[in-house]
């Protein structure tokens, strides 16, 4: 396949997840959420809609391969090892992507909580251009590979580093994201920020776990726009968590405040447990300085917009990392 067909394949697989009619995706749709109980389907649907509008629009892939004039236009012998993660619905299909427009062979070891959506949009590709079947391989083991692309926790990254490193690599740890208000956001900013919160039960790295607040912040227009989130409680494994949280919190006798489903307490770091955002007050006019080893987005009236987060566009890269600039470069 030639570039073109490439993005052609790609628009193709876009207008598929397109039809709500899809027996194929409605079935896999439902085998994933009981596969993984934390893949609610409203949170696989958010996650098809982003991929379908963002990233397999004809306009916008043509825009963003435009950029790297030194992509192959034919297929290479290069094969990239990828390591997907599995903390929210298709979090690794930007990678198969990339791999696949750089005219790369993607050898693609799926994670276990997410194999039900990566293998139906994996099988959905080569049946619309069987070409792609010689350039998906999914393995267990990753080996004999040219280069790699690897997504997990901090002890995951340690052992990246350790098997991958002699390699041209990407390797991703964890990172989560912040937000910084300073009193003058609207009713629809905070429910914005609530969806950049709460979106998939807050596991992405670009999920806010943090905010940071003018001191004497009043905290209850945020409260208000997080309990539309509050029906998270309906679902054993967070309601769990919230459970947890919220005794660890009392045993504590620590200050806390709750939505009725969401606790927010003044923590400094910027991980927060799943049920829980993090905040921290700073002195307005005077804005704080974040480890921004450990964020990935910030988002705020001079940041990102919020209800963002969950929209990335095709260029803005985890960790700011130009994956598709790393692998035209191999």
Not at 258 to 285: C, K, R, T, W
Not at 308 to 320: E, I, M, N, T
């Amino acid at each position: 396949m030639n570039l073109q067909a490439r993005i052609k394949g790609f628009v193709a697989l876009g207008q598929q997840l397109s039809d709500p009619n899809n027996t194929l995706l409605n079935e896999a749709k439902s085998e994933a959420y009981r596969q993984n109980a934390w893949f609610l389907p409203e949170f696989i649907d958010q996650a098809i809609l982003q991929i379908r509008e963002q990233f397999l629009n004809q306009t916008a892939l043509e825009a963003w391969t435009a950029a790297y004039p030194s992509i192959s236009n034919e297929a290479t012998a290069i094969k990239v090892g990828i390591v997907m993660a599995g903390n929210i619905p298709l979090v690794g299909f930007h990678d198969l992507l990339s791999t696949l427009i750089a005219g790369h062979t993607a050898i693609v070891k799926r994670s276990s909580k997410d194999q039900v959506l990566m293998d139906f949009i994996i099988a959905r590709l080569i049946e619309i251009n069987p070409a792609f079947g010689a350039q998906i391989i999914v393995q267990e083991q990753l080996k004999n590979c040219d280069a790699y692309i690897a997504t997990g926790g901090n002890t995951a990254g340690n052992y990246f580093e350790y098997y991958f490193g002699k390699f041209p690599h990407i390797i991703r740890k964890n990172k989560t994201s912040i937000a910084v208000l300073d009193g003058s956001e609207t009713l629809s900013e905070l429910a914005a920020l609530a969806d950049d919160c709460m979106l998939y039960y807050g596991m992405g790295c670009r999920n806010v776990t943090q905010i940071w607040v003018p001191e004497g912040y009043d905290f209850i227009p945020f409260l208000t726009a997080l309990k539309k989130y509050n029906y998270l409680l309906d679902q054993h494994k967070y309601k769990h968590n919230y459970d947890y949280q919220l005794a660890l919190l009392m045993m504590g006798k620590k200050l806390y405040m709750d939505s009725g489903g969401v606790l927010m307490s003044e923590n400094p770091s910027p991980f927060a447990a799943i049920s829980q955002i993090h905040y921290q007050q700073y002195p307005l006019g005077v804005l704080p300085a974040f480890n921004m080893d450990e964020i990935q987005c910030v988002v705020g009236k001079t940041q990102l917009p919020f209800g963002s987060l969950q929209k990335p566009l095709l260029a803005q890269y985890a960790d700011g990392v130009d994956s598709l600039a790393f692998l035209t470069s191999l």
